[in-house]
Nanobody, 115 residues
């Protein structure tokens, strides 16, 4: 059984920074990619950023230049460094790990940015 555990969510002021972490445990080795999605209250879940096993990264346009995603494949841990946070970044952040066409999701961690 595969589980993803996120941490690092918190409440910060506009312009603040947070670092989210996500660790995959269980029967999963050498994931193909990991990523982060978020869901604001009353809105659909949206993709934020992803990192492949080769280190290549992709970002949602609104976070590019402010967020940085990285992954330690040996430790099966992904990080999302978030700087210059805005109220529009608020929401529950979900980690996802992909392996051979299957996606595994975490329970989410709350990020709240106040103006």
């Amino acid at each position: 059984q595969v589980q993803l555990v996120e941490s690092g969510g918190d409440s910060v002021q506009d312009g603040g920074s947070l670092r989210l972490s996500c660790t995959a445990t269980g029967n999963i080795l050498n994931v193909d990619s990991m990523g982060w999605h978020r869901q604001a209250s009353g809105r659909e879940r949206e993709w934020v950023a992803s990192v492949s096993h080769d280190g290549s990264t992709n970002y949602r346009g609104s976070v590019r230049g402010r967020f940085a995603i990285s992954m330690d494949n040996i430790k099966r841990t992904a990080f999302l460094e978030m700087n210059g946070l805005k109220p529009g970044d608020s929401g529950v952040y979900y980690c996802v790990a992909c392996k051979q066409g299957r996606a595994y999701w975490g329970q989410g961690t709350q990020v709240t940015v106040s103006s």
